[in-house]
T-cell receptor, first 112, second 114 residues
Framework: DAKTTQPNSMESNEEEPVHLPCNHS???????IHWYRQLPSQGPEYVIH???SNVNNRMASLAIAEDRKSSTLILHRATLRDAAVYYC?????????????FGTGTRLTIIP | DAGVTQSPTHLIKTRGQHVTLRCSPI?????VSWYQQVLGQGPQFIFQ???????GRGNFPDRFSARQFPNYSSELNVNALLLGDSALYLC?????????????FGPGTRLTVL
């Protein structure tokens, strides 16, 4: 599994954009980059995933570096509900292996 | 539609005992995975089952076992409990078992071993 490096914690003001970085320099060419988050006292939930190009969905945007060695999860307008631990997870694409390898993630605190 | 459900919510056991945790996937999902989350760490993969067959196993001792039933629900069994087995046990389901699919997690079962 590719190794990831994320800041242990970050803070952001409510209603401002948040950029959560992830380094995954050992990622292979076919690994997708997935992001999950875990709100307090809940199981993780899927946020977004991508391979090479930038991706957008209703929750967030994912910006992937051209060399794919890093990516950034962007929350366009943080709310208090976005306070969570965010995990960046490279995933090998092949059938039958659904294992998610979680690191320690980034704990995001939103300041009202 | 109901999400992934797990039972019980909380459980207290003593060392050496056995425990069974249960998981019901989202309707229509055929793949179930189990994770262990120790306080302060990210979840660690234990098992994946798809169509009642084991598809993956993490680095856990043989005291941990699981199975999936014809209705795709699943049980995780842990024998000879140790203090270090105290953790949040998470179940996740997905539709096809293919690894790039989104996984849906339940709220977890909090196991405390005394």
């Amino acid at each position: 599994d590719a190794k990831t490096t994320q800041p242990n914690s970050m803070e952001s003001n409510e209603e401002e954009p948040v950029h959560l970085p992830c380094n995954h320099s050992t990622i292979s060419g076919t690994d997708y980059i997935h992001w999950y988050r875990q709100l307090p006292s809940q199981g993780p939930e899927y946020v977004i995933h991508g391979l090479t190009s930038n991706v957008n969905n209703r929750m967030a945007s994912l910006a992937i570096a051209e060399d794919r060695k890093s990516s950034t999860l962007i929350l366009h307008r943080a709310t208090l509900r976005d306070a969570a631990v965010y995990y960046c997870i490279p995933r090998v694409r092949h059938f039958g292996n659904e294992k998610l390898t979680f690191g320690t993630g980034t704990r995001l605190t939103i300041i009202p | 539609d109901a999400g992934v459900t797990q039972s019980p919510t909380h459980l207290i056991k003593t060392r050496g005992q056995h425990v069974t945790l249960r998981c019901s996937p989202i309707s229509g999902h055929k793949s179930v995975s189990w994770y262990q989350q120790v306080l302060g760490q990210g979840p660690q993969f234990i098992f994946q089952y798809y169509e009642k067959e084991e598809r993956g196993r993490g680095n856990f001792p043989d005291r941990f076992s699981a199975r999936q039933f014809p209705n795709y629900s699943s049980e995780l069994n842990v024998n000879a409990l140790l203090l270090g087995d105290s953790a949040l046990y998470l179940c996740a389901s997905s539709s096809t078992g293919e690894n790039y699919n989104e996984q849906f997690f339940g709220p977890g079962t909090r196991l405390t071993v005394l």
